[in-house]
């Protein structure tokens, strides 16, 4: 009903850039919360950064102060822009939505399927 699909990953050298985008389609009648999460190999998935329907903004300690999340809702899409990367932000980055598919149901969480990030020199 719903499908995510994530863009934007890459290989980059510490200290760079990329910005992820992710985009929200089908059966939808409204998102409440999106957000990113990502996954090190071995490592359980966690959270990196969420924003919510009034654009409040949470993250994770370890990316403040150099990734930013925000939204655009008439597109249905989230971003998140990671400056100086490290290799320790090395991971599959997926993102998700708290979605409402009709009016009167109740929201669902849906995800992506992941775009790699790989920090290295």
């Known amino acids: 009903q719903v499908q995510l699909v994530e863009s934007g990953g890459g290989l980059v050298q510490p200290g760079g850039s990329l910005r992820l985008s992710c985009v929200a389609s089908?059966?939808?009648?409204?998102?409440?919360?999106m957000g990113w999460y990502r996954q090190a190999p071995g490592k359980q998935r966690e959270l990196v950064a969420v924003?919510?329907?009034?654009?409040?903004?949470n993250a994770a300690d370890s990316v403040k102060g150099r990734f930013t999340i925000s939204r655009d809702s008439a597109k249905n899409m989230v971003y998140l822009q990671m400056n100086n990367l490290k290799p320790e932000d090395t991971a599959v980055y997926y993102c998700?939505?708290?979605?409402?598919?009709?009016?009167?149901?109740?929201?669902?969480?849906?995800w992506g399927q992941g775009t790699q990030v790989t920090v290295s020199s």
């Open positions: 089908g059966r939808i009648f409204s998102i409440n919360a």
């Open positions: 924003i919510d329907s009034g654009d409040s903004t």
């Open positions: 998700n939505s708290v979605v409402k598919t009709t009016k009167w149901g109740g929201s669902s969480l849906y």
